[in-house]
């Protein structure tokens, strides 16, 4: 066997000595100071807003705010040892609100929001069961409002399964028309990754500045607390207006929603409107102001609302999906080739 020359030899303990260093060079970058604080105002002492354009905002009754580009997600955190643990408000997978319509006795409309964000179905009665959408739709322009030429007894929605990549498994709910409702509107809510429960841990950052670092989003460093002076005392004032707003209407699965003719959603204060019973909608006390404006902006007219209600659907864990009996033919067609323009039929305003 060959022995190892002393310049070899003394190489390889080079090496290693670099890889120690670097071993616990790394370690202590890694390292940060945590921070969790104690007694029964800890809530208090963390509050405030972390991060700039996207982070997330603590209060003092335990709940959160998780913000960024088109995210915006309430919910609640809870202390676990050195961790804070948080837990989305999630909506369920399907809602359901429904009214009577007058004058539309034999008919049923259902407009479908949301439906285009998964595989998704639709059963009318006993009818066959129709894909909401069809193939490679790739264009939407809402609000996409389905007809019945005749009342419904009952509706099934159906989706597949989003938990795990290729699941062919699919979730069904049934929902019984026993109030003779004529007039729905349906929220498909695709499961989100800022939903999903994650976790945090507060550091000092460099400065001693307050620190947290997220499980699903800001990466290593996290989001700084922002000191709440000036005109970041002023923002925060209009977050905690926004949280109080939220937590008053029970936003993510209030028990009942109002929408103009166009399906446009609004959150009115009832005080200011009278309900007409005989076409059942709410009618703004200032009805004839702006005429000009609304009429080139049909939309967004708040003057005229229609009140619909809660509905409870019911899972159906032992029902079989089975996709190959489907109708031959989407509810919608929507794709666009070369056109910006979405290749459906417009629907126009309801009563």
């Known amino acids: 066997?060959?022995?190892?020359?002393?310049?070899?030899?003394?190489?390889?303990?080079?090496?290693?000595?670099?890889?120690?260093?670097?071993?616990?060079?790394?370690?202590?970058?890694?390292?940060?100071?945590?921070?969790?604080?104690?007694?029964?105002?800890?809530?208090?002492?963390?509050?405030?807003?972390?991060?700039?354009?996207?982070?997330?905002?603590?209060?003092?009754?335990?709940?959160?705010?998780?913000?960024?580009?088109?995210?915006?997600?309430?919910?609640?955190?809870?202390?676990?040892?050195?961790?804070?643990?948080?837990?989305?408000?999630?909506?369920?997978?399907?809602?359901?609100?429904?009214?009577?319509?007058?004058?539309?006795?034999?008919?049923?409309?259902?407009?479908?929001?949301?439906?285009?964000?998964?595989?998704?179905?639709?059963?009318?009665?006993?009818?066959?069961?129709?894909?909401?959408?069809?193939?490679?739709?790739?264009?939407?322009?809402?609000?996409?409002?389905?007809?019945?030429?005749?009342?419904?007894?009952?509706?099934?929605?159906?989706?597949?399964?989003?938990?795990?990549?290729?699941?062919?498994?699919?979730?069904?709910?049934?929902?019984?028309?026993?109030?003779?409702?004529?007039?729905?509107?349906?929220?498909?809510?695709?499961?989100?990754?800022?939903?999903q429960h994650f976790s945090a841990f507060l550091y000092l950052a460099e400065g001693n500045k307050l620190a947290i670092r997220l499980s699903n989003y800001g990466g290593e460093r996290g989001f700084l607390k922002e000191n709440q002076d000036g005109s970041n005392q002023e923002h925060w004032h209009e977050i905690l207006t926004m949280k109080k707003d939220y937590d008053q209407a029970n936003y993510i699965d209030p028990l009942a929603i109002f929408s103009n003719a166009y399906y446009t959603l609004f959150y009115p204060d009832l005080e200011q409107y009278v309900l007409d019973t005989v076409n059942n909608r709410y009618v703004s006390k200032f009805a004839s102001d702006n005429e000009a404006y609304f009429a080139g902006n049909p939309e967004q007219d708040d003057r005229y609302l229609n009140k619909y209600i809660r509905q409870n659907l019911l899972l159906l864990k032992d029902e079989q999906f089975d996709p190959s009996k489907l109708s031959i033919t989407s509810l919608f067609f929507s794709r666009c080739e070369e056109s910006e323009k979405p290749d459906h039929d417009e629907y126009g305003p309801q009563q």
Not at 90 to 95: G, S, T
Not at 119 to 139: I, P
Not at 141 to 162: A, D, R, T
Request: aromatic share 16%; net charge positive.
């Open 1 to 195: 066997m060959r022995k190892e020359s002393k310049s070899t030899s003394f190489i390889k303990k080079i090496l290693g000595l670099i890889s120690l260093i670097l071993m616990v060079t790394n370690s202590k970058a890694q390292q940060v100071t945590h921070y969790f604080p104690n007694g029964k105002d800890k809530a208090k002492t963390i509050s405030g807003q972390y991060g700039g354009n996207s982070g997330i905002c603590l209060f003092e009754d335990g709940r959160f705010l998780l913000y960024g580009y088109a995210t915006s997600v309430f919910g609640f955190y809870v202390f676990e040892k050195d961790y804070l643990l948080f837990y989305p408000d999630e909506a369920p997978l399907f809602q359901l609100y429904g009214r009577h319509k007058p004058n539309f006795t034999d008919s049923t409309c259902i407009n479908l929001a949301g439906f285009e964000e998964g595989k998704t179905y639709v059963q009318f009665d006993n009818d066959s069961t129709h894909r909401v959408f069809n193939d490679k739709a790739n264009c939407f322009s809402p609000p996409f409002v389905h007809q019945e030429s005749k009342p419904v007894q009952s509706l099934k929605f159906i989706v597949q399964n989003q938990l795990m990549e290729h699941d062919s498994t699919y979730q069904v709910f049934q929902y019984s028309n026993e109030e003779k409702f004529n007039d729905f509107i349906a929220v498909y809510n695709r499961p989100q990754r800022a939903r």
